[in-house]
């Protein structure tokens, strides 16, 4: 059975959903009222986003994604995960890319990938796991997060993210061809997904 492409843009959807929370909270547009609980669900958000992108190359099958889904409310390390989730597709992360300009339209352009300014995912690593230190309650003995210097990082982190996807291509779990995807496609805003080819041997 074929991959369930619209499951992809459904994550990728949700994504771009979180991130729209973050840059109100970022913007002061909506408040959760205390310092603390503000910072924490920009936090939250960030860390929701960063496991969906772990498991996005999953999404199209639906068994797996669940299955390796229910692996994070059991295991909170996610370098663990992306150690399964790449022994299923070890081309399981999106590579962001620049789109050469062609007439021939999105499936057929040349495309460059990005040399730097997204989130690799060794720092996917390195920050899910630095947002533990506010997800979890702290030791009333023990040193506190710097609230502040999380404040002032999300954005940073977000906009890793937003590079990171803008533009990418894809491998899909069970599937030769590589995709395109576009996050906000300027026809109708929308998450956009063309093939454009197969993977190489």
Not at 54 to 83: C, P
């Amino acid at each position: 059975m074929a991959p369930d492409r619209e499951a992809y843009i459904s994550v990728m959807v949700e994504i771009k959903r979180r991130i729209e929370v973050i840059s109100s909270l970022i913007r002061k547009e909506i408040a959760v009222k205390y310092h603390a609980t503000h910072v924490e669900t920009m936090v939250l958000q960030l860390r929701m986003i960063l496991e969906l992108i772990a498991l996005s190359s999953l999404a199209a099958n639906r068994e797996i994604f669940e299955a390796n889904r229910r692996k994070f409310e059991d295991h909170w390390r996610v370098s663990k995960i992306i150690k399964d989730v790449e022994a299923l597709n070890q081309n399981f992360y999106p590579m962001p890319i620049l789109q050469l300009e062609t007439p021939g339209g999105p499936a057929e352009q040349e495309f460059i990938l990005r040399a730097d300014g997204f989130l690799t995912k060794d720092e996917l690593v390195e920050v899910h796991g630095r947002c533990g230190a506010v997800l979890h309650a702290a030791n009333p003995y023990g040193k506190k997060a710097n609230y502040g210097q999380f404040e002032q990082e999300v954005p940073t982190w977000v906009t890793k993210v937003m590079t990171l996807l803008a533009d990418h291509k894809i491998q899909l779990l069970d599937d030769e061809s590589f995709y395109f995807v576009r996050m906000e496609d300027p026809t109708d805003k929308r998450v956009h997904l063309w093939t454009y080819g197969r993977a190489q041997p």
